[in-house]
C-alpha cells in the first residue's frame, strides 16, 4: 500500500511539474508575442476602424478547462450586425455542432485578410496570459456548441483551451468536427512540453500557407 502511495505521489509531482512548465512556456511566449507584435496589431486596429467605424476587438464567450466559461477576445473580422444575420445562415452549419461556411457574406474585406492570415486571434495571447487559454491546446468552444456534444466530445473540455493544436495545423476548418474531436483527444492523452513545442513551430507554416483558413 504504502509502495502504490508513492508512486501516486510521485505521478503526481511530475503532472504538476508538467503543468507549471506548460504555463511557464505560454506566459513567456505570449509575452514576447505581445512586445514584439505590437505595431502590426495597432496597424490591424487602425485598418478595422477605418474600414466601418465599428469597434476594433470582438469579446465572445467560450467554454474553457472543465466546463468554466470565460471571455475570448478577438479582432472584428465581421460586420457590425453579424449576428443577427447568422439566423439567415442558419441552413449553412458544417454538422450538427459547428457553424462554418465558405465565404461568409459577412466578413468584412479587412476581415478576409484577418482570417486567411489567423491576425484576428492575435488579441488571445492577452487570454493566455491571463490563464483563460494556453498556446496549445484544443480550440475553446461556443456555449451552444457545448451543448450539443456527445459524452465523447465532452472530454475536450479535460484540457486548457489552446491557440493552436492538430487539426489547425492539418487542415483548420477543412476538418470536420468528428475529426477535430479526435485529434483533441489524441493531443490530451500525448499531451507534452515536447509536443506543444512541436505544434507551435508546425502553426508557423500553417498560418503563413493559410491552409483551410476561412
Same mark, same amino acid.
Given at each position: 500500500?504504502? =509502495?502504490?502511495?508513492?508512486?501516486?505521489?510521485?505521478?503526481?509531482?511530475?503532472?504538476?511539474?508538467?503543468?507549471?512548465?506548460?504555463?511557464?512556456?505560454?506566459? !513567456?511566449?505570449?509575452?514576447?508575442?505581445?512586445?514584439?507584435?505590437?505595431?502590426?496589431?495597432?496597424?490591424? !486596429?487602425?485598418?478595422?476602424?477605418?474600414?466601418? #467605424?465599428?469597434?476594433?476587438?470582438?469579446?465572445?464567450?467560450? /467554454?474553457?478547462?472543465?466546463?468554466?466559461?470565460?471571455?475570448?477576445?478577438?479582432?472584428? $473580422?465581421?460586420?457590425?450586425?453579424?449576428? !443577427?444575420?447568422?439566423?439567415?445562415? !442558419?441552413?449553412?452549419?458544417?454538422?450538427?455542432?459547428?457553424?462554418?461556411? =465558405?465565404?461568409?457574406?459577412?466578413?468584412?474585406?479587412?476581415?478576409?485578410?484577418?482570417?486567411? $492570415? $489567423?491576425?484576428?486571434?492575435? &488579441?488571445?495571447?492577452?487570454? /493566455?496570459?491571463?490563464?483563460?487559454?494556453?498556446?496549445? #491546446?484544443?480550440?475553446?468552444?461556443? &456555449?451552444?456548441?457545448?451543448?450539443?456534444? #456527445?459524452?465523447?466530445? =465532452?472530454?475536450? %473540455?479535460?484540457?486548457?483551451?489552446?491557440?493552436?493544436?492538430?487539426?489547425?495545423?492539418?487542415?483548420?476548418?477543412?476538418?470536420?468536427?468528428?475529426?477535430?474531436?479526435? %485529434?483533441?483527444?489524441?493531443?490530451?492523452?500525448?499531451? $507534452?512540453?515536447?509536443?506543444?513545442?512541436?505544434?507551435?513551430?508546425?502553426?508557423?507554416?500553417?498560418?503563413?500557407?493559410?491552409? #483551410?483558413?476561412?
Amino acid at each position: 500500500m504504502a =509502495r502504490l502511495w508513492q508512486k501516486r505521489l510521485a505521478w503526481q509531482l511530475v503532472a504538476h511539474g508538467s503543468l507549471l512548465m506548460k504555463r511557464g512556456l505560454d506566459i !513567456a511566449v505570449a509575452a514576447i508575442l505581445l512586445i514584439l507584435l505590437s505595431p502590426l496589431l495597432l496597424l490591424i !486596429a487602425l485598418a478595422i476602424k477605418l474600414e466601418d #467605424g465599428g469597434p476594433v476587438r470582438f469579446r465572445q464567450t467560450r /467554454v474553457g478547462l472543465r466546463g468554466r466559461t470565460f471571455e475570448m477576445w478577438k479582432f472584428r $473580422s465581421m460586420v457590425l450586425n453579424s449576428d !443577427a444575420l447568422k439566423k439567415n445562415l !442558419a441552413n449553412e452549419m458544417q454538422s450538427n455542432v459547428l457553424f462554418k461556411m =465558405r465565404n461568409d457574406p459577412r466578413i468584412t474585406r479587412v476581415g478576409k485578410w484577418l482570417r486567411r $492570415s $489567423s491576425a484576428d486571434e492575435l &488579441p488571445q495571447l492577452w487570454n /493566455v496570459l491571463r490563464g483563460d487559454m494556453s498556446l496549445v #491546446g484544443p480550440r475553446p468552444p461556443l &456555449p451552444s456548441e457545448v451543448e450539443r456534444y #456527445g459524452a465523447e466530445d =465532452r472530454q475536450r %473540455l479535460f484540457a486548457k483551451p489552446g491557440l493552436t493544436c492538430f487539426w489547425q495545423v492539418g487542415g483548420r476548418s477543412e476538418i470536420d468536427f468528428q475529426d477535430q474531436v479526435r %485529434l483533441d483527444l489524441g493531443y490530451i492523452r500525448s499531451a $507534452s512540453l515536447w509536443v506543444d513545442i512541436k505544434l507551435l513551430f508546425q502553426t508557423i507554416p500553417a498560418v503563413l500557407l493559410g491552409k #483551410g483558413a476561412y
